[in-house]
């Protein structure tokens, strides 16, 4: 196996340390073609539908994208905004606030980058730009608080996949999940206060996640569980009653039986019993997205609505809010000990001395950089 060639070293020059926020996706356009290109690499990985490949790909090539490509490009083009896809743009502002907030606290020689498991930017591409700039320490932060196979495990195999035609690897921490996380679920919980003092507060609180075929727990999958969790915390954080919230799961495919209950139908039947009002967010989501944007806020709540339900509130996700930040902060940080990436300046003198000692040898050994 030929590996890949490696960046020219460059002698006395002091290694950084890297994170690296992964989320999962998005077309680079809302129009058929840049659609189908992205839902072909995402519905194409095992680990997002477990078919026999064979089988899956002519579902794929000769049913599913023929059609659904220019359906979902429809609904991209709902939510699209004059700088992009609200994924990339959330995520993009989330990895740069990180970078910000990080500085601020001392962190020196640690760079932040984002990347996407499917479209652009690629993650192998990231993976290969922070090499180059002298990163030897990389961190992969999940944009998914709950671990599953179908999301968090298939970063996982796009990272071992790049690294496995790399000579020269750089030291690695993956963090599989941070869906108790103490400051995620603060975080959680103060969108919701700050909505609440705005808005008002609705008769229940629907905490809809993405959801997993039903296969997925029964062997061994622990998303829903995590996702239970999350919502059990945060409603304990805000003090709800088990009557006051419901955990539900959304974005349905196929026919197989999913995790239930399912979202959609739930907000339906919570709409003829009476239910004036319900706040719906998506704490699964730290961006928001065509599932959030199209699916939440515009096709569930017509759902609530022609079912006799009143007044339909959508909390928005994370995003870049500033308590989310600081909450990236912690669980970064907690992942980084050990790293050099706080240093006294006494300790930043000392490792530039010595890179230039370095540099010298190198030089009187006859290297060229």
């Not at 460059?10 to 356009?29: E, F, R, Y």
């Not at 992969?140 to 000579?167: C, M, N």
């Not at 009002?277 to 806020?297: A, K």
Request: hydrophobic letters at 40%; one cysteine or more.
């Amino acid at each position: 196996m030929a590996f890949k060639k490696e960046p020219t070293h460059q002698h006395g020059t002091i290694p950084k340390s890297a994170i690296v926020l992964v989320n999962l996706g998005t077309p680079d356009a809302p129009t058929r073609p840049a659609v189908r290109r992205y839902l072909k690499e995402f519905l194409s990985d095992p680990r997002v539908v477990e078919i026999p490949r064979a089988v899956w790909s002519v579902i794929l090539n000769l049913m599913i994208l023929p059609f659904r490509s220019g359906q979902s490009a429809d609904k991209y083009r709902t939510i699209w905004t004059r700088e992009g896809s609200p994924l990339r743009l959330y995520t993009e502002r989330q990895a740069a606030a990180l970078q910000a907030l990080l500085a601020a606290r001392g962190h020196q020689n640690l760079e932040v980058a984002m990347a996407m498991r499917y479209g652009s930017p690629a993650l192998p591409d990231v993976l290969d730009g922070l090499k180059a700039r002298g990163c030897e320490r990389i961190l992969l932060l999940p944009a998914y608080p709950q671990y599953s196979g179908t999301t968090t495990a298939s970063i996982w195999d796009a990272v071992f996949e790049h690294y496995r035609k790399v000579r020269n690897i750089p030291e690695l921490r993956l963090i599989k999940h941070y869906h108790d996380h103490p400051a995620y679920i603060e975080a959680l919980a103060q969108s919701v206060e700050t909505y609440w003092a705005e808005h008002g507060r609705g008769d229940k609180l629907v905490m809809s996640f993405h959801g997993v075929p039903k296969r997925t727990l029964q062997l061994g999958d622990p998303y829903h569980c995590e996702c239970q969790k999350t919502g059990r915390l945060l409603a304990t954080r805000l003090g709800l009653s088990r009557d006051q919230y419901l955990v539900t799961f959304q974005s349905r495919f196929g026919r197989a039986e999913w995790l239930q209950p399912y979202t959609a139908p739930t907000v339906q039947e919570l709409a003829r019993q009476g239910v004036r009002r319900i706040d719906v967010m998506c704490p699964g989501f730290t961006s928001d997205c065509l599932e959030t944007l199209e699916e939440i806020n515009m096709e569930v709540r017509h759902d609530f609505e022609v079912n006799g339900g009143q007044d339909y509130h959508y909390i928005p996700c994370l995003n870049d809010n500033p308590a989310w930040v600081s909450a990236m902060v912690e669980i970064a940080g907690q992942h980084l000990h050990g790293w050099p990436t706080q240093l006294s300046q006494a300790q930043q003198d000392a490792q530039r001395a010595d890179a230039e000692v370095a540099r010298v040898h190198a030089a009187q050994l006859g290297a060229q950089a």
